[in-house]
T-cell receptor
């Protein structure tokens, strides 16, 4: 089944403890992206990648890192999480970078930082 | 001010009734306008996509319309079902080359039995 998977789905952590949220897609998509979703706000883009080894900042990149060493994987790294990073996170992918292509979303990761 | 604004923020209707959700946008020029359905705690799933030259697009009981002159779109749900309870998100993509999706904040729909 074609899909975007994320792990973990739920995570509670403490301030300053490094964490990684994994994202994987099995559709051979070139473009991958991370978003966060907060109450009352639309999805906001954190980072995106147009292909292997090519990443760039989105609208809210502060406090996050990403890497794209393989086409299928695009992990999101929080080196020193803070409470304002408590949010619902979505990974997404599409076949090509062009916005005309349909984007597929993962199931989400709910992160709580205390 | 958001580039994509949706109304109402939330809506409660009875099963079997119709409803219409609104999306106003300022993104210009734009390439596509999409409507997504997002069940609670799940990722958004695409319902419809329209280019700037299309006026309407249907997907089962969901019909989206677009008026590019007034920069407005609507999503009409016919004969609502309990499973329609979700958030509906309007997404506008600027003209080719920007790679960005611009998301509205969504309308939360609750369908009651």
């Amino acid at each position: 089944e074609a899909q975007v998977t994320q792990n973990p789905r739920y995570l509670i952590t403490v301030t300053g403890k490094k964490l990684t949220v994994t994202c994987s897609q099995n559709m051979n998509h070139e473009y991958m992206s991370w978003y966060r979703q907060d109450p009352g706000l639309g999805l906001r883009q954190i980072y995106y990648s147009m292909n292997v080894e090519v990443t760039d900042k989105g609208d809210v990149p502060e406090g996050y890192k990403v890497s794209r060493k393989e086409k299928r994987n695009f992990p999101l790294i929080l080196e020193s999480p803070s409470p304002n990073q408590t949010s619902l996170y979505f990974c997404a992918s599409r076949l090509q970078p062009s916005e005309t292509y349909e984007q597929y979303f993962g199931p989400g990761t709910r992160l709580t930082v205390t | 001010k958001n580039q994509v604004e949706q109304s109402p923020q939330s809506l409660i209707i009875l099963e079997g009734k119709n409803c219409t959700l609104q999306c106003n946008y300022t993104v210009s020029p734009f390439s596509n306008l999409r409507w997504y359905k997002q069940d609670t705690g799940r990722g958004p799933v695409s319902l419809t996509i329209m280019t700037f030259s299309e006026n309407t697009k249907s997907n089962g009981r969901y019909t989206a319309t677009l008026d590019a002159d007034t920069k407005q779109s609507s999503l009409h749900i016919t004969a609502s079902q309990l499973s329609d309870s979700a958030s509906y998100i309007c997404v506008v993509t600027p003209r080719r080359g920007t790679y960005k999706y611009i998301f509205g904040t969504g309308t939360r729909l609750k369908v009651l039995a």
